[in-house]
């Protein structure tokens, strides 16, 4: 069982380029989330996803898409990339199923991305 | 709009000694407050949560102290260990009603001193 998953674990862009980050997991999770982490800001929600084929906007979507084709992967694109987007994300995964532990969030190992 | 508000920024402890760490909400929605834990290179992991019904949750040497009406919530380390040295992360969410999204407060990192 690899859990939350993500490639690649790091990423140099020159700034305009595109790319596109993704996320797996294998424990039939039904939502999954895109985060961005910066120093002194936690991490901020970017988009999401309540099941397959479908996506939402969180706290800072602009200038990223989504999409979850399949239910066990969730993929991040930047379609041109800006210094303000250097950043380390993080996919997560849970399964809403009636208990406490079930708001739990599975985060993958992250993914450390620069834009020059 | 920062929902959870998070302090200290940063704190060092003497190995032994207790670590605390305080947040605030706004959203009276909330419904679930989970601390996680990341160490370096890693990814968040849950730690300990609550929910508002109970003023304290207790695992092992780690307490979530809860106060609703405040609208405040803190962890305690007790006895606290150099393998504690971590960020962490308060958190909040309002559940199945906002697709169990969690909003994170700003980070503590913890530095327990030998």
């Known amino acids: 069982n690899a859990g939350v998953t993500q490639t690649p674990k790091f990423r140099v862009l020159k700034t305009g380029q595109s790319m596109t980050l993704l996320c797996a997991q294998d424990?039939?999770?039904?939502?999954m989330y895109w985060y961005r982490q910066d120093p002194g800001m936690g991490l901020r929600l970017i988009h999401y996803?309540?099941?397959?084929?479908?996506?939402a906007k969180g706290e800072v979507p602009d200038g990223y898409n989504v999409s979850r084709l399949k239910k066990q992967n969730f993929l991040l694109g930047l379609e041109s990339a800006a210094p303000s987007q250097t950043s380390v994300y993080f996919c997560?995964?849970?399964?809403?199923?009636?208990?406490?532990?079930?708001?739990?969030?599975?985060f993958g190992p992250g993914t450390r991305l620069t834009v020059t | 709009q920062q929902q959870v508000k998070q302090s200290p920024q940063s704190l060092i402890v003497q190995k032994g000694g207790i670590s605390i760490i305080n947040c605030a909400y706004e959203?009276?929605?909330?419904?679930?407050f989970p601390w996680y834990q990341q160490f370096p290179g890693k990814g968040p992991a849950l730690l300990i949560a609550?929910?508002?019904?109970?003023s304290e949750k207790k695992e092992g040497r780690f307490t979530i102290s809860f106060n609703k009406s405040a609208k405040q919530f803190s962890l305690h380390i007790m006895d606290s260990q150099p393998g504690d040295s971590a960020t962490y992360f308060c958190?909040?969410?309002?559940?199945?009603?906002?697709?169990?999204?969690?909003?994170f407060g700003s980070g503590t990192r913890l530095s327990i001193r030998p």
């Open positions: 997560a995964s849970s399964y809403p199923t009636g208990t406490l532990r079930t708001y739990e969030q599975y």
């Open positions: 424990m039939n999770h039904e939502y």
């Open positions: 996803s309540v099941g397959e084929g479908t996506t």
């Open positions: 959203n009276t929605a909330f419904d679930y």
């Open positions: 609550i929910r508002p019904d109970v």
């Open positions: 958190a909040a969410s309002a559940g199945y009603s906002s697709a169990s999204k969690i909003i």
